[in-house]
């Protein structure tokens, strides 16, 4: 089975694949079929967007995953402006910014607010298939108990479209996302058998796209 990743993001199919791991399936992305058009992203949480995003592809290619994640901040109320949201590359309403022009940002943020900062990331997912779409929202108190710092001093590695990876710190190693070391995002099928929550992500993707007996 071929799956267009909605995204231009080569980190993704890396992420994707480990989650589908052993089965029969390949990725392209916008990039490989030269899409450029975007669907407006009106949605009030992530998996409304993932949503938007699916059926909007979905007119591009017979099967289709989006997903959409937040970024939010524990110390902040969820109205202040400064919490990213739904708008982690757009943040105040601006341009959409690259991986530095993020790094940038988000670390003179960080360090205005002390220097760290507890942080999550609440993620939906969607999937376009014959016409049909279905869809998945992580659970924010599991995600709260998953929470990661930010720092303001960053890394001098990088993961490309994942910027702010070099800023994320593993609450338990104090690691960061981008150190060879840090496994707490390293997802196979190995490793979700023995999480609950991966276990659910993987069973929807399975069951969604039809890879389950």
Same mark, same amino acid.
């Given at each position: 089975?071929?799956?267009?990743?909605?995204?231009?993001?080569?980190?993704?199919?890396?992420?994707?694949?480990?989650?589908? &791991?052993?089965?029969?399936?390949?990725?392209?992305?916008?990039?490989?079929?030269?899409?450029? $058009?975007?669907?407006?992203?009106?949605? !009030?949480?992530?998996?409304? +967007?993932?949503?938007?995003?699916?059926?909007?592809?979905?007119?591009?290619? &017979?099967?289709?995953?989006? +997903?959409?994640?937040?970024?939010?901040?524990?110390?902040?109320?969820?109205?202040?402006? !400064?919490?990213?949201?739904?708008?982690? !590359?757009?943040? @105040?309403?601006?341009?959409?910014?690259?991986?530095?022009?993020?790094?940038?940002? /988000?670390?003179?943020?960080?360090?205005?607010?002390?220097?760290?900062?507890?942080?999550?990331?609440?993620?939906?997912?969607?999937? /376009?298939?014959?016409? %049909?779409?279905?869809?998945?929202?992580? &659970?924010?108190?599991?995600?709260?108990?998953?929470?990661?710092?930010?720092?303001?001093?960053?890394?001098?590695?990088?993961?490309?479209?994942?910027?702010?990876?070099?800023?994320?710190?593993?609450?338990?190693?104090?690691?960061?996302?981008?150190?060879? $070391?840090?496994? @707490?995002?390293?997802?196979?099928?190995?490793?979700?058998?023995? $999480?609950?929550?991966?276990? %659910?992500?993987? !069973?929807?993707?399975?069951?969604?796209?039809?890879?389950?007996?």
């Amino acid at each position: 089975m071929k799956i267009l990743l909605g995204t231009t993001n080569p980190s993704k199919v890396k992420h994707f694949e480990e989650f589908l &791991d052993g089965c029969d399936v390949t990725f392209c992305t916008l990039r490989d079929l030269d899409i450029h $058009d975007e669907p407006e992203e009106t949605g !009030r949480t992530p998996e409304e +967007n993932a949503i938007l995003k699916a059926r909007f592809y979905g007119k591009y290619f &017979d099967t289709v995953i989006c +997903n959409d994640s937040g970024l939010y901040f524990a110390g902040l109320p969820l109205d202040d402006p !400064r919490q990213p949201g739904l708008h982690v !590359r757009t943040p @105040l309403g601006g341009a959409r910014m690259d991986d530095e022009e993020m790094l940038r940002y /988000y670390t003179d943020l960080v360090h205005s607010l002390g220097g760290r900062v507890t942080a999550f990331y609440l993620n939906g997912l969607a999937v /376009y298939r014959s016409g %049909q779409i279905y869809s998945f929202l992580e &659970d924010p108190d599991t995600v709260r108990a998953d929470a990661f710092y930010m720092v303001d001093r960053p890394c001098e590695k990088r993961h490309e479209g994942w910027p702010l990876d070099s800023i994320s710190l593993n609450r338990t190693t104090l690691t960061y996302f981008v150190e060879e $070391d840090n496994e @707490l995002y390293d997802v196979t099928e190995e490793t979700a058998l023995q $999480d609950p929550y991966w276990m %659910q992500v993987i !069973r929807f993707l399975k069951e969604s796209l039809g890879l389950t007996a």
